[in-house]
């Protein structure tokens, strides 16, 4: 038997329970409610650049104090030392080290090109943050990648949204530029005419806006309401949405909502 690990995504954070092993045929704990803990998902980047929080050895991460964080990376190292087994991670950001204190039996599992989840505490001695593993096993589905970038990208919306931290939440440099430029361009030339009607981004934008709830709209939906437009040009907005992280999809690949 193994450890499972289960999570479930609030606004701002992931909650996880950690069953312990158990026989299957076990009857639950009287009483017993499973430990929940708060995680902050973060990419190498993020990992990499956090600062030391003030009196402790705890890492600070969107300005909140970070105790246990979850990772998705590919492996690309793996050495076993005489205390632990480290694996350098890489991900669309960027390489980081990891390390597994736990008993040595427990990384078997993982070998070199599999793509895993990360969950550890992080702390700084002397030099970059360090993670210590607590957790770790290949992803279940490739789709788990994608959803934990969105889950960086959101988190660091959420929890300080200011371009210069946030920016680093972002894996795309292109992606990143170009939604600068776009802000840029807003920005610039305060007394310059304005447009007679909205663009469509704007009135995608808006209508997005008016999600009853955190799921978003359909893209039929989307495209329903701005009827007086070609349907692929509103998929396609809503990709190019996406691409510079003023939207996500939620439910699934067909569901938009804005960061």
């Given amino acids: ?19 312990s092993p158990r026989s299957p045929n076990a009857a639950p704990r009287a009483g017993a409610e499973r430990p929940k803990q708060n ?26 104090v970070a105790d246990r964080l979850t990772l998705v990376g ?5 050495t076993e030392t005489s205390t632990c087994i480290e694996y350098e991670l890489s991900d669309a950001t960027g390489d980081v080290s990891v390390k597994d204190y736990r008993d040595k039996r ?9 793509v895993v989840r990360v969950v550890g505490q992080a702390r700084v001695h002397s030099g970059p943050a360090s993670m210590s593993v607590t957790y770790m096993a290949p992803v ?3 789709d788990e990648v994608e959803f934990h970038e969105t889950e960086v990208k959101y988190v660091a919306y959420k929890l300080k949204p200011d371009n210069a931290v946030t920016r680093l939440a972002f894996a795309s440099p292109e992606k990143e530029v170009k939604a600068e430029k776009r802000l840029a361009s807003e920005n610039d030339e305060p007394n310059a005419k304005a447009p ?13 806006k008016t999600a009853p709830t955190d799921a978003g709209y359909k893209v039929a939906e989307v495209q329903k309401h701005l009827s007086g437009e070609n349907p692929a040009s509103v998929s396609s907005m809503l990709q190019t949405l996406v691409d510079e992280a003023d939207a996500f999809t939620t439910v699934d690949l067909q569901t938009y909502a804005l960061l």
């Fill in 140 to 142: 279940e589905s490739s």
């Fill in 74 to 78: 590919t492996v690309k190292a793996k």
């Fill in 1 to 19: 038997s193994r450890n499972v690990f289960r999570i479930v995504r609030t606004p701002c954070s992931i909650s996880f329970t950690m069953d």
């Fill in 196 to 208: 007679k009607t909205a663009s469509l981004r704007d009135r995608v934008v808006e209508y997005l």
């Fill in 39 to 64: 995680l902050l998902p973060v990419n190498a980047e993020i990992l990499r650049t956090a600062q030391k929080a003030p009196g402790s050895e705890k890492i600070v991460v969107h300005a909140v």
């Fill in 106 to 114: 427990t990384g078997k599992a993982v070998q070199v090109d599999d």
